[in-house]
């Protein structure tokens, strides 16, 4: 949660030192949205309200969020809102955590097409465990994912990876049973990542012969890029499984909605460094601290804002949208579960709130009895960006 005051925040350091970055540095539209967004959150730039209590008559201003999904204040009830619903479309069964990661000989040719080949990790993803788990040596069955893509290491360097939740089983071929499988992923991980390589590989050489994908000016076409490829050793993690849908919808709700830095990782911006703590997971994940001069921390943050309208949270097989009502609804009856239903969606954020915390924010702070009500409001100062 991100809605306590910090000693510093992200939007303190872009204010600080916007004038100095935006002179050596050009944004995209996508960009320069989200920057503007982010430093003027909960201020007057996005205008607000006055509110009064109506039993003592004390006042407060109130100030827009900016609603970017990007700046680390926004993302708490979209958060919750989005795991609740969740809840109805997870089988009660255990689930696996798979990470699929991307070699950096492909991090320019993604930087550089991040919709296009975004969607392509996707895509291959999820081909690659629907081949696997139709193989009846594994498998044999129509299983599903829900998949989270991050564009980040720790240290806000580039680094395109998926996280994938997997249930341990699946729909029978035939639709009439649901196939479970061991304690241990069902997966070999040495052949999803052999056909996880094989289809992006292929998928990226059609994007750039319909010139969907531009290579790098330093990649002379797409067979030294497969080159490149095919000699790097490609691994898809399979961590620690959950044990159940109540640890899966934890887990998913801390992960799904973070932004590449949070603003609890920020310690201190002075004399031009910026000092976050990050987690170093080639020394088992151990807590660290590290400084970047201004330019360098903003220009790191500023390589993970997506593309306008691209889908982060993806779903897969017998989880994917389509297949609610039918492949998924015939999983709960096959294991004799009644669907969650989700009690958050469509609501305010102020109900979500009350729901989440069980306090309501309207009662009055001061005399604890009354109820504040908007009395006056103004609108945003901002000419937006682009």
Known sequence: MENKKQNIELADILLKHKDDFLSSHRLC????????????????????????????????????????????????????????KLKANLPPVRYFHLV???????????????????????????????????????????TGAVAVLHTWGQALTYHPHIHMIVPSGGLSQDGIEWVQSGEKFFLPVRVLSGLFRGILCRHIGQAVAKK????????????????MIYANKWVVYAKNPFAGPERVIKYLGQYTHRVAISNSRLMTDKDG?????????????????????????????MRHILPCGFYKIRYFGIMAQCNTHTKLAQCFELIENEAFLPVLEGLPAIEVWRNITGKDPLICPHCKKGFMRPVASWPEKLIKPG
């Not at 993604?110 to 080949?117: D, K, S």
């Not at 969907?212 to 030294?224: A, I, N």
């Not at 997971?281 to 660290?288: A, D, E, H, P």
């Open 100 to 142: 699929f990661t991307i070699p950096s000989c492909l991090h320019k040719t993604f930087y550089i097409n991040q919709a296009v080949a975004y969607s392509l990790m996707f895509k291959a993803a999820g081909e690659a465990l629907k081949i696997c788990a139709a193989n009846p040596k594994f498998l044999g069955a129509q």
């Open 273 to 301: 460094k910026i000092t976050f703590r990050y987690k170093d997971y080639r020394t088992g994940g151990l807590t660290k601290t590290m400084s970047l001069n201004a330019e360098e921390f903003i220009n790191r943050f």
């Open 212 to 227: 969907l994908v531009k290579l790098p000016d330093d990649v002379q076409g797409f067979d030294r890029l497969k080159n």
């Open 29 to 84: 539209p996508e960009q320069a949205k989200a920057y503007e967004s982010i430093i003027n959150c909960r201020t007057s730039g996005l205008g607000g309200h006055t509110d009064m209590c109506d039993h003592c008559g004390h006042t407060r201003q109130a100030y827009n969020s900016c609603r970017n999904r990007h700046c680390p204040k926004c993302q708490f009830v979209k958060q919750v809102q989005w795991v609740d």
